[in-house]
């Protein structure tokens, strides 16, 4: 694994992405692009332990990767989300609180990632309000998502949480195990297989 400074098209990616979230200034732009670093991670490789802390965010180009939590007292590992392409990878607790993280972060496929340093973070923190502003505007919309999808597991069935995310389904389907995606979606691998066969055929 070789980690080089952020190539333009890169750059150019990723300030699409977070101006959906706030518009950002030329100096702004000049001084993340400086802090900022790529590089490339195989297949499987971890590169978050549970209970290790987090000294990178990353900003997923392409690939795929799962969290995984791992239960106290079985130690058994259980997938509860995935991050995809234009996704921020990061864990809570972990990146921004510096506590132990409770998960483990699992490439699922060869991928290219963005990645900046807590160090490099809290510098551009500390000398543009707006990183404050965007950072905390990505935290929501990622902690909405990730509160609604508790939700669905606790109070949908499993034919109404598999049609919601139907279409997410489809990029996984093929690209990791039927068990990470059961565990994902709070079901068996078995029930996952029904359903997928139930409404594969309807479209």
Do not use: C
Not at 127 to 143: C, N
Not at 156 to 185: M, N, P, V, W
Request: aromatic share 12%; glycine share 4%.
């Amino acid at each position: 694994m070789s980690i080089h400074p952020i190539s333009e098209n890169a750059f150019n990616e990723l300030i699409e992405v977070l101006e959906r979230f706030i518009k950002l200034n030329h100096k702004f732009k000049l001084e993340l692009k400086g802090v900022l670093f790529e590089t490339t991670y195989n297949k499987r490789v971890r590169i978050l332990s549970a209970k290790s802390q987090q000294d990178m965010a990353w900003f997923m180009l392409v690939g795929l990767s799962r969290e995984i939590r791992i239960h106290k007292e079985t130690f058994e590992e259980n997938t509860v989300w995935f991050w995809f392409a234009k996704d921020f990878i990061y864990t809570t607790p972990g990146f921004f609180s510096r506590e132990p993280s409770e998960s483990t972060v699992e490439v699922l496929e060869d991928s290219k990632v963005v990645l900046i340093s807590y160090e490099n973070w809290t510098i551009m923190k500390n000398t543009f309000p707006e990183m404050e502003i965007l950072t905390e505007k990505i935290r929501a919309e990622y902690d909405k998502m990730r509160s609604l999808h508790a939700d669905d597991i606790k109070n949908l069935s499993t034919d109404e949480r598999y049609l919601k995310l139907e279409k997410t389904l489809d990029i996984l389907f093929g690209r990791t195990q039927l068990r990470f995606i059961a565990e994902y979606l709070g079901m068996s691998p078995d029930t996952l297989g029904k359903l997928r066969k139930k409404y594969s055929g309807r479209r």
